[in-house]
């Protein structure tokens, strides 16, 4: 099946990556990674990508999920990012990705009557400029103070003095690199989880491939390659370190955390965006749900599950209520969740960042959201920063530089004319749901469930379901998910445990007040078939679902009687 990631495949991948030479070898499974695979791929060329975890399990599924220009950085003056990103995000709605990246309507409230609108209208203005000619989301719009409070009663009315409505869009971002990713293999790449790049081939300066580790069975084995790739987020710095190279430039972590709550705690019909003391806090619909953040405060602990703490939970509480009319409580929190911004601390001289200080001492808040590439060493590219909306550009930029050095011509980028898989036909699909669901007898919010999620490749997750019955069967009451999904993420989506299923293919990790364990025993049900795990192994993979759905159960406990000692005040921004 072309474009599948099939995990019963993994070995055959492992061995096209060690029997190479590969043309370009991409470090990094998140959204940066899998975007730099699929433009390396897609320009005929032959590639690999080893993911210490998971595709997506670092920062790229822990984001506010927005492809947005991102009205915070117009005010700073950020305009070149602002225009990419909007131009992008006009691109992903309309052609490279409608089936996953939809419009989304954020009301902007005015508290400051006179002054407030025709600042925040001007800003409206210059965001809907810097489009493109052909505009797939709507031109921004005003309120009345009784228009906004019918868009949005939970708003207190009080000093409400109207609002603005203005159009970005949305994304689930889990779903959006697997997508990626397997577009990637669609055209030919290659690509192994659970799989470490431990340290860099060298041939004198030259760097030539990497020893990888086989994070499932820990044998190590060489990937020979013309040029690396390092797409490593928060990690890039730990990777450059393993192999001695003294990279130009350094990454800031900063930690982001979004509280989960349901659609009902908060009456309104459309996202909104909310200044704070600071900077801006985002209510996000998603599905029967609210996401509310975000949060940025250094961090320097564990990369791989920074922790959302009670501070955290308490400071968003405390944002959003100073203009909710029903206030939220630590109750209404069905789930917590935190990620880490790879942000540019001290971008090389000459690199593309616009800001060229170090940022070292800077607020993170105040770090740029533009990315830098870096080329240390001939056959090495490195690049870190910039923004989930922009990937495209990003992955775009790094294979520019890594193929620069190979000796064959290699043509230019042409992701802006591929749409991902399940987006070509998506009109049509979508014209006869119902159909579908006739032809595969499941009902139509099933049908409708499941292209919204897979656009055209929904008939590929029917399918199980015609071979198997039970695969029509929910995963869990209450949720649209089906047990199918399960079964097509292990087939399709290259998914190896539990986690991978709960916390990035369906999203009961962020979804369900209890993380998604009440789904786990059901999920390793279909996965052992699949997978062929014994009596030992399963409970071995409910164990391990435990353990890593508990990481953020300590921010929701309820908040010690003492205040925090000296903790830093978390800062709320948009992305
Ligand atoms: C709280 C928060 C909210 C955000 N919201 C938005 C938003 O709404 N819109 C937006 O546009 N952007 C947003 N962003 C930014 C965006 O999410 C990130 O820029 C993007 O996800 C980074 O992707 P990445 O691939 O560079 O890093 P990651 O997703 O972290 O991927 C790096 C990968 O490299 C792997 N890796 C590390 N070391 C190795 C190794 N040695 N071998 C193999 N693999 C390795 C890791 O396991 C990881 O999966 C947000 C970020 C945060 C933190």
């Known amino acids: 099946m072309p474009g599948a990631l099939d995990a019963r495949n993994r070995e055959s991948a492992i061995q096209a990556l060690a029997e190479g030479p590969l043309d370009v070898l991409v470090i990094g499974g998140g959204i940066t990674g899998a975007g730099a695979a699929l433009d390396a791929a897609s320009r005929g060329l032959r590639v690999g990508l080893v993911e210490s975890r998971d595709l997506a399990a670092g920062t790229s599924s822990r984001s506010s999920k927005l492809i947005h220009g991102g009205l915070r950085y117009l005010e700073q003056g950020d305009f070149k990012l602002v225009k990419e990103a909007l131009r992008e995000r006009d691109l992903l709605v309309s052609r490279l990705a409608p089936h996953l990246v939809r419009p989304l ?67 689930d971002d889990a779903r959006y690199t697997v997508t990626v990713a397997r577009t990637a293999v669609r ?56 192999s001695g190279v003294r990279a130009g430039y350094q990454v800031r972590m900063s930690k982001g955390v979004h509280l989960v709550v349901p659609r009902t705690a908060i009456d309104a019909d459309t996202g909104m965006i909310v200044r704070t003391s600071k900077s801006v806090l985002f209510f996000i619909p998603w599905d029967s749900r609210w996401i509310v953040g975000t949060t940025d405060t250094d961090w320097s602990g564990d990369r791989a599950e920074p922790a959302a703490t009670a501070e955290d939970v308490d400071y968003l509480l405390r944002e959003a209520n100073r203009v909710l009319a029903r206030p939220l409580t630590r109750a209404d929190v069905l789930a917590v969740y935190a990620g880490l911004r790879p942000l540019v601390a001290a971008p090389p001289a000459d690199s593309r960042a616009g800001d060229k200080a170090s940022g070292a001492e800077k607020p993170t808040t105040k770090l740029s959201r533009e990315h830098v590439v870096d080329t240390p060493l001939p056959g090495l590219a490195s690049i870190a920063g910039g923004k989930f909306t922009t990937y495209r550009l990003m992955a775009r930029d790094v294979v520019d530089a890594a193929v ?17 898989l399940g987006a070509d036909g998506l009109p049509a699909v979508l014209a006869s749901a119902g159909r579908l669901a006739a032809d595969y007898d499941v009902p139509p919010t099933v049908a409708g469930h499941l292209i919204t999620r897979y656009g055209t490749l929904a008939t590929e997750v029917l399918d199980l379901v015609s071979a198997d019955k039970t695969l029509g069967r929910p995963l869990l009451d209450g949720y649209p998910y089906l047990r199918a999904e399960v079964a097509y993420a292990v087939t399709h989506e290259g998914a190896l445990h539990a986690e991978d299923v709960l916390a990035r293919r369906v999203r009961l990790h ?54 925090p000692a000296a903790a830093a005040e978390p800062v709320s921004v948009p992305a």
């Open 187 to 242: 055209h030919g790449a290659h690509i192994v989880t659970r799989a470490s790049a431990v340290t860099l081939l060298r041939d004198g300066a030259r760097v030539t491939g990497a020893v990888v580790k086989d994070e499932e069975s820990g044998r190590t084995f060489d990937v020979r390659a013309a040029a690396v790739i390092v797409c490593a987020g928060v990690w890039s710095d730990l990777v450059h370190e393993a």
């Open 510 to 563: 962020i979804e369900s007040s209890d993380a998604g364990l009440a789904a786990a025993p059901e999920v390793v049900a279909v996965m052992a078939g699949l997978l062929g795990w014994n009596r030992r192994r399963r409970a071995a993979e409910l164990r391990r679902y435990q353990d890593f759905a508990n990481a953020n159960a300590a921010a929701l406990a309820p908040a010690p009687p003492a205040a």
């Open 105 to 171: 309507p954020f009301l902007f409230p005015l508290y400051k009557k006179v002054v407030e609108r025709p600042y925040v209208g001007a800003g409206l203005v210059l965001y809907d400029a810097m489009e493109g000619v052909k505009r797939p989301v709507p031109h921004h719009r005003h309120l009345t103070t009784r228009g906004a409070l019918r868009r949005a009663p939970a708003l207190r009315p009080d000093r409400l003095a109207g609002a603005m409505v203005y159009y970005d869009a949305q994304v």
């Open 404 to 420: 620069a050095g190979l000796p064959r011509p290699v043509p230019p980028s042409v992701t802006g004319q591929l749409p991902l």
